[in-house]
């Protein structure tokens, strides 16, 4: 299989059929076919190298790291092909190719994971399923993580965060990066799971997932202390944490609000479908760490962002202003995920022949859906909020959505939840956040967290604790970073290559309201 894919000749033929044979027995001269018309298109491949027979450009990547792409991107454009990790690959970066594919989910593509993904995340994960049966999962677990939901949970999700505000006013000096992550695991804990919120269930899931994620970047080799084995027992401890949680959820009505509770009030699940898709969450809410990092890093580089930030939060804080005065909130909040982003391509495999851009994508290939900037970009964005802004009123005038506000409304300053809903008409399978027009006409085309039937579950969340991670950090907390400039990596994961390191952090304002 993989030696014949490596056979493929730089074009191939395609056939396409114009016209129909009308059938024998029509009256009328001209209506009789007196041939099948048949063109025959020869589309070229992408342009790229598919390398060495069987390891492709595998050894290239792995030794070139970041400028892989960018070397390639800069010659061949944005859609190029390669053969790496033992498959041809066809790398698409055009705002309009990535989201065709990603809307053509089930049709020329479908989702690509590893085969361990079965053990280390769960053969009932919604990332596994396709077709009907993944709609109809998402569907119930897109219930409990709805932005209805979300807005039940902002309490648990702000006294998380004032926590850590806390907590980096003790540490003084502390990395965005590491910190970020366990925010995010104490939010994930307290918010998903339903667990008290505290440190300690961060350092505790943090350490899991980072065991259980090192998983997928080994030999599944089930010996003891090998790093797969490893991973598979952090599962059964995250499993197992999920299946406590489930009791303590049904033997108590009081058991505070959680996405878990949500889910299980529904009774649409089985438990291993719970357990599972608690996992595949838990896969998912490793972006929002490092999201929480870049945050700080754009806040700190960018000081009139900050301060204009700081001033419509306080504005808003005081006057009670309408929520649309928290435009630039939502704004700041979409360049974060918007710039580096955290899931920089999304991995497919071609499910027939098709065209993508003029030229031939074949059957069975790897697509890799570079989503965000492309990679030669990385480091070299501008990091500039207004850019949403501008967008909004461009399209004031057209039938575009409000921005996203009744769950960021909320997080300014942590005071009174506005419960301003978003006229959103978002199917499963549909644009959220963004109108299309916003979509494709920003500058760097943004789709954080994808599109179509694969959309990323959590993004009401994240959308959510970001909100009230920058409005906190600029209305009562005072902190410097060591490098606003330091640079990122993206191969073989996005991080900052030296962990932005935060400096004199103090938490102004420790009254709780
Ligand atoms: C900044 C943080 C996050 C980013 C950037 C992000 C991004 C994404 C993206 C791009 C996808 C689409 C994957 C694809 O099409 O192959 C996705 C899917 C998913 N995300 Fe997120 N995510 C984030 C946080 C979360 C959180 C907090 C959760 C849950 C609590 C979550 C749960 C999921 C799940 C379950 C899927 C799979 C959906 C499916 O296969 O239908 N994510 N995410």
Not at 31 to 41: H, I, K, M, N, Y
Not at 118 to 137: D, F
Not at 195 to 215: F, V
Not at 304 to 312: E, F, G, N, P, Q
Request: proline letters at 6%.
């Amino acid at each position: 299989m993989r030696s014949t894919l490596l056979q493929q000749p730089s074009t191939l033929k395609v056939q396409s059929f114009v016209g129909q044979p009308k059938g024998r027995h029509s009256l009328h001269p001209q209506a009789r076919p007196s041939r099948l018309q048949v063109v025959v298109t020869e589309l070229p491949l992408p342009e790229g190298n598919l390398g060495l027979p069987l390891i492709g450009e595998t050894l290239q990547l792995l030794s070139q790291g970041d400028t892989f792409g960018e070397q390639r991107s800069a010659k061949h454009g944005d859609m190029w092909k390669t053969n790496i990790l033992g498959s041809p690959t066809v790398m698409v970066f055009g705002a309009a190719e990535c989201r065709k594919l990603l809307k053509e989910e089930g049709h020329l593509v479908e989702v690509l994971w590893p085969d361990v993904t079965a053990e280390l995340v769960g053969k009932e994960s919604v990332n596994l399923l396709k077709g009907e049966e993944h709609l109809r999962i998402k569907r119930v677990l897109g219930e409990a993580f709805s932005e209805e939901s979300v807005e039940r949970l902002l309490v648990l999700l702000r006294e998380c965060t004032w926590d850590f505000c806390d907590r980096w006013e003790e540490l003084g000096s502390f990395s965005a990066y590491d910190e970020g992550k366990l925010w995010a695991w104490s939010v994930f804990g307290s918010t998903v799971l339903g667990l008290p919120p505290s440190i300690e269930t961060g350092e505790r899931l943090c350490g899991l997932m980072d065991t259980l994620q090192a998983g997928f970047q080994t030999a599944p080799v089930k010996l003891p202390l090998t790093p797969y084995q490893k991973a598979v027992k952090a599962r059964e401890a995250i499993a197992d944490l999920v299946r406590q949680q489930m009791q303590a959820i049904s033997s108590s009505k009081a058991a505070p609000p959680s996405c878990l509770k949500f889910m299980m009030a529904g009774q649409q699940l089985t438990s291993t479908q719970i357990v599972d898709n608690m996992v595949a969450t838990a896969f998912g809410n490793a972006s929002l760490g490092p999201s929480a990092a870049k945050a700080f890093q754009h806040l700190a580089a960018a000081g009139t962002v900050k301060k204009r930030l700081a001033d419509r939060a306080l504005r808003f804080n005081s006057r009670g202003d309408s929520p649309h005065q928290l435009d630039y909130v939502i704004a700041v909040v979409r360049e974060v995920l918007r710039i580096t982003p955290i899931v920089p391509a999304l991995f497919r495999r071609t499910l027939k022949d098709f065209q993508l851009g003029g030229r031939l994508i074949p059957k069975g290939w790897n697509v890799y859906i570079h989503t965000g900037a492309s990679v030669q970009r990385y480091n070299r964005d501008t990091f500039r909020p207004e850019r949403w802004l501008e967008q909004e009123s461009d399209s004031s005038s057209s039938s575009a959505s409000p921005p996203a506000r009744g769950v960021l409304a909320a997080g300014s300053g942590g005071e009174d939840a506005v419960s301003g809903r978003r006229a959103e008409s978002e199917e499963m399978g549909a644009d959220s956040l963004l109108t299309s027009r916003q979509q494709s006409g920003c500058p760097g085309h943004s789709l954080p967290f994808g599109l179509g039937p694969r959309m990323c579950l959590g993004r009401h969340l994240v959308e959510a604790a970001l909100a009230l991670l920058l409005t906190k950090l600029v209305t009562s907390c005072v902190w410097q970073m060591a490098n606003p400039a330091e640079e990122w990596s993206v191969f073989p994961t996005v991080r900052p290559k030296h962990g932005l390191v935060v400096q004199s952090f103090r938490n102004t304002t420790r009254a709780r309201l």
